[in-house]
């Protein structure tokens, strides 16, 4: 990993030291393809490595913090063994704004703003668009054909870590030589309730929006092994990630960043109780679950999960 020499140090109350190290070298923005939908109006890029990106910018209509949200949150999932794509710091230089019409925020009342120059944050697309159909929702009928569906409970665990307020989000992508799809979780921009960092849980919230995807959960295994990684995760692997996100995208306020860290980590033993919490909603998610043990006693025998990144 090539790491760039600006490094920024931070201290806050009784926490966690906060090291900004640059992160791994950006890659940069080439070619605009096209603009996407969704609130965040991001953008499709070709990036220097030859890779197609979905971009969030600065000044994307939702906050600046949703960047840093995808960029801890999807590395945080990798982390864990999830379906996630790979993602990136991209550097979209000024040149390439002033010679595409099209990469412009809509900022309401008409108004079109350029999108900002400078390192803004990237999702690589999950296979190449050339070849492979990628569908943002798949029929009811189909969802069978999900190849890897023991993911939605493993991401659910996930979510109620995270915070995510929005609904769970996946594509997914079959591609041309198989038969079933795979669904790969996007947009994490909603994790820690989006730019308030302050984890307002509510039992249907982060939950996929079909919980059919639910329905072969039967026990506490359905939740392993990412479960229990979450709960062993370590402060320095979070904060390792953390230490990559450039400083402007949460307005240089560190202390907020190291908050945002350690209430992480000490959510991590609250995630059975929220699982519990969406089991006994009203949407009953989890029709073959008849164990009468609602929470499990947690393990205290798990190793720290999250030394190598
Ligand atoms: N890594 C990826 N690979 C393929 N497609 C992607 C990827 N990331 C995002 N997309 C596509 O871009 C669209 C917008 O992405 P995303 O949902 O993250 O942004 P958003 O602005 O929050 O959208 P919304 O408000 O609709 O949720 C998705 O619906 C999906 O089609
Ligand atoms: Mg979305």
Known sequence: ?????????????????????????????????????????????????????????????QDIRILVNEYLATHLAALLGLP???????DVPEWLIQNSPELKIDIGGGLLRPCASGPQFASRYVADPHSTAIFDYLPGSILKQIANINDF????????????????????????????????????GYCFNAGEWDFPDSPLRGVFGRIAVYEHVTSWTAFEPTLSRIEAITEDAISSIASEIPPEWFRHDFSALSRLMATLHQRRLAVRNLITGFRKSTRNPFPNWTDSELVRPIQPTTKPHGGNK
């Open 1 to 61: 990993m090539n790491l760039a020499i600006e490094v920024q140090i931070s201290k806050y109350q009784g926490g966690t030291l906060y090291i900004y190290m640059g992160g791994p070298e950006h890659i940069y923005a080439m070619q605009h393809v096209r603009r996407m939908r969704g609130g965040s109006q991001s953008h499709l890029l070709r990036a220097s490595d030859s890779h197609f990106y979905i971009c969030k910018f600065q000044n994307n209509p």
């Open 153 to 188: 409970p493993q991401v659910l665990a996930f979510d109620k870590w995270t915070g995510n307020a929005d609904g769970r989000q996946a594509v997914f992508a079959k591609e041309p030589n198989q038969r079933r799809y795979k669904a790969w979780f996007i947009d994490q």
């Open 84 to 90: 996630v794509p790979e993602v990136a710091i991209i």
